[in-house]
């Protein structure tokens, strides 16, 4: 059985920072790429993040490149999403994935979590 679990969503202002955590259990990220997708209200899912089992590359969606940064296996089978300068488009439920191999080129990720809320407002 594979379980995905996101954590760390919550409330901030702009500018503010957030870290996600996502747990992973039921496979190796040593063979399985793991990201993060978002999806906020009326607008589709977008990617965000995802990082390569093989050589641990990390890419971004443009609008978060510079903000975020994604780290694998900082913990067993953990990875992080590391949120900073937060503004109100970051405003989404954030899910974690994780895909045999490679990246998806779209959201569909093999396994991910049902996904923690991100609000930014001031």
């Known amino acids: 059985q594979v379980d995905v679990v996101e954590s760390g969503g919550g409330l901030v202002q702009p500018g503010d920072s957030l870290r996600l955590s996502c747990v992973v259990s039921?496979?190796?990220?040593?063979?399985?790429?793991i990201g993060w997708y978002r999806q906020a209200p009326g607008k589709k899912r977008e990617r965000v993040s995802c990082m390569r089992p093989a050589d641990g590359a990390t890419e971004y969606v443009d609008s978060v490149k510079g903000r975020f940064t994604l780290s694998g296996a900082d913990a067993p089978n953990t990875s992080y999403l590391q949120m900073t300068n937060l503004k109100p488009e970051d405003t989404a439920i954030y899910y974690c994935g994780v895909h045999a191999y490679v990246c998806p080129e779209t959201t569909q990720y093999d396994y991910w979590g049902r996904g923690t809320q991100v609000t930014v407002s001031s």
């Open positions: 039921g496979v190796s990220l040593d063979y399985y790429a």
